[in-house]
T-cell receptor, first 114, second 113 residues
Framework: DSGVTQTPKHLITATGQRVTLRCSPRSGDLSVYWYQQSLDQGLQFLIQYYNGEERAKGNILERFSAQQFPDLHSELNLSSLELGDSALYFC?????????????FGSGTQLSVL | GESVGLHLPTLSVQEGDNSIINCAYSNSASDYFIWYKQESGKGPQFIIDIRSNMDKRQGQRVTVLLNKTVKHLSLQIAATQPGDSAVYFCAENMASNTGKLIFGQGTTLQVKP
């Protein structure tokens, strides 16, 4: 168990809908990362937050947004969902924000868009 | 662009043999590398890391080798066990002032009993 908690484990929804994925980082970790894993793209970095502030952005679509709350948990919001958004979404956390940090991953949320 | 690539998509080894998983990276500015193991239905699990000022690091049954000249990373697993069967990813972090990791496509390790 990595100590990173993600909910829900599975999510089935329809195209055009909006969903929220939730992540609680390991105790003491201030940085949260979101990754998308699909068969054809592998593990793709989406966005990083550190202590409530956006730290780095990857290939995150404009339809997607995230935030990190004062209690350090994070939410990833996916809207106007398309079939191609079906993927595993992972949250990871680390103590700080900079290079050389080990990232600890949660078990992921499997999103299926029908 | 940013990319980390793996030489072989699938590696099949006999139980008890040593395994070597290879990875090529393209960013010469990368200064930190990690190997992750992902089992079915689970998130990536940290195995071992290495910084660019080292060329070898050993853990329990695992060794990571870094060759900066040819931008190559390898993971050696000694006495491979059935529980080692998983997908293995290498990941790199550039000195980009963030902790974000760029992942390779992954290699599936199959251990035959």
């Amino acid at each position: 168990d990595s100590g990173v908690t993600q909910t829900p484990k599975h999510l089935i929804t329809a195209t055009g809908q909006r969903v929220t994925l939730r992540c609680s980082p390991r105790s003491g970790d201030l940085s949260v990362y979101w990754y998308q894993q699909s068969l054809d793209q592998g593990l793709q970095f989406l966005i990083q937050y550190y202590n409530g502030e956006e730290r780095a952005k990857g290939n995150i679509l404009e339809r997607f947004s995230a935030q990190q709350f004062p209690d350090l948990h994070s939410e990833l919001n996916l809207s106007s969902l398309e079939l191609g958004d079906s993927a595993l979404y992972f949250c990871a956390s680390s103590v700080r924000w900079a290079e050389g940090e080990k990232l600890f991953f949660g078990s992921g949320t499997q999103l299926s868009v029908l | 662009g940013e990319s980390v690539g793996l030489h072989l998509p699938t590696l099949s080894v006999q139980e008890g043999d040593n395994s070597i998983i290879n990875c090529a990276y393209s960013n010469s500015a990368s200064d930190y590398f990690i190997w992750y193991k992902q089992e079915s239905g689970k998130g990536p699990q940290f195995i071992i890391d290495i910084r660019s000022n080292m060329d070898k690091r050993q853990g329990q049954r695992v060794t990571v080798l870094l060759n900066k000249t040819v931008k190559h990373l390898s993971l050696q697993i000694a006495a491979t066990q059935p529980g080692d069967s998983a997908v293995y990813f290498c990941a790199e972090n550039m000195a980009s002032n963030t902790g974000k990791l760029i992942f390779g496509q992954g290699t599936t390790l199959q251990v035959k009993p």
